[in-house]
């Protein structure tokens, strides 16, 4: 059977090739790994994604945050890497793994002994407000532990920025190994589940890659997990 079964184009790029995309992406791209609250990253930049602390009653600016994702690796059906025994691969998905680390700035907090200004929830909050030192953590001494992260997902085709037509890797199930209890490794999963979603949603590969720039591919059918590829089949 040819390659290009009823269509008139065929195009494919191996496991190895989209490691390298997603990583020279990353590597251009760090920010899409890296966010933080104000304390850790005051503002986005090539290096970082900045976004607010986690409002909370009586902690001024709220609680800071911050997580730092490896560049993710991926394995294309058939399995090559080993997983968990609770993930099993199927065809047409993908499997990855990456690391995590994610830390919290454990400060303490002063108790203002006069009462706050009416109407001013956040008082305190200004730095530059002399009766109200904020009582910074030190940065040595930053809570932050790092996990091992596995899923599986499947491929999506999806629009770049640009408006070319792209694929993403879409999310279906996380796992944390041996973490206790139980149900913490649950809360992680779920956390970090939520979060790759939507990083890697954001990290789009156009197909031009798959074609290297010989022709225009407009696809039809795909994009397909197949052999250790991913297979896009379409017209000129």
Same mark, same amino acid.
């Given at each position: 059977?040819?390659?290009?079964?009823?269509?008139?184009?065929f195009?494919?790029?191996? @496991?190895?090739?989209? !490691?390298?995309?997603?990583t020279?992406?990353?590597?251009?791209r760090?920010?899409?790994?890296?966010?933080?609250?104000?304390?850790?990253? +005051?503002?986005?930049?090539?290096?970082?994604?900045?976004?607010? =602390?986690?409002?909370? *009653?009586?902690? *001024?600016? =709220?609680?800071?945050?911050?997580?730092?994702?490896?560049? +993710? /690796?991926?394995?294309?059906?058939?399995?090559?890497? +080993?997983?968990? *025994?609770?993930?099993?691969?199927?065809? =047409?998905?993908?499997? $990855?793994?990456?690391?995590?680390?994610?830390?919290?700035?454990?400060?303490?907090?002063?108790?203002?002994?006069?009462? *706050? /200004?009416? !109407?001013?929830?956040?008082?305190?909050? !200004?730095?530059?407000?002399?009766d109200?030192?904020?009582?910074?953590?030190?940065?040595?001494?930053?809570?932050?532990?790092?996990?091992?992260?596995?899923?599986i997902?499947?491929?999506?085709?999806?629009?770049?920025?640009? $408006?070319?037509?792209?694929?993403?890797?879409?999310?279906?199930?996380?796992?944390?190994?041996?973490?206790?209890?139980?149900?913490? @490794?649950?809360?992680?999963?779920?956390?970090?589940?939520?979060?790759?979603?939507?990083?890697?949603?954001?990290?789009r590969? +156009?197909?031009?890659?798959? /074609?290297? $720039?010989?022709?225009?591919?407009?696809?039809?059918?795909?994009?397909?997990?197949?052999?250790?590829?991913?297979?896009? /089949?379409?017209t000129?």
């Open positions: 059977m040819s390659l290009t079964e009823a269509e008139a184009v195009a494919s790029v191996h @496991e190895t090739a989209l !490691n390298d995309l997603i020279a992406f990353c590597t251009d760090p920010r899409y790994l890296v966010y933080g609250s104000p304390s850790f990253v +005051p503002v986005t930049t090539v290096a970082e994604t900045a976004m607010p =602390g986690i409002p909370f *009653p009586g902690i *001024p600016g =709220g609680i800071n945050w911050r997580i730092r994702l490896g560049v +993710p /690796r991926i394995d294309l059906f058939k399995q090559t890497d +080993p997983l968990p *025994p609770e993930l099993v691969l199927g065809p =047409g998905q993908f499997s $990855g793994r990456l690391d995590a680390e994610l830390c919290i700035d454990c400060r303490k907090i002063r108790i203002d002994p006069k009462p *706050p /200004r009416p !109407n001013s929830p956040t008082y305190g909050d !200004n730095p530059n407000n002399p109200k030192p904020r009582d910074t953590h030190p940065i040595a001494e930053l809570t932050c532990f790092k996990l091992q992260v596995f899923l997902g499947h491929l999506e085709h999806v629009m770049a920025s640009n $408006g070319e037509d792209a694929i993403a890797l879409a999310v279906d199930q996380v796992e944390i190994v041996d973490i206790k209890p139980t149900d913490l @490794e649950s809360f992680l999963e779920c956390l970090l589940f939520m979060i790759l979603q939507a990083v890697l949603a954001e990290i590969l +156009p197909l031009r890659a798959l /074609r290297a $720039g010989a022709f225009q591919l407009v696809p039809t059918v795909g994009p397909l997990i197949e052999d250790d590829q991913i297979k896009m /089949r379409g000129l």
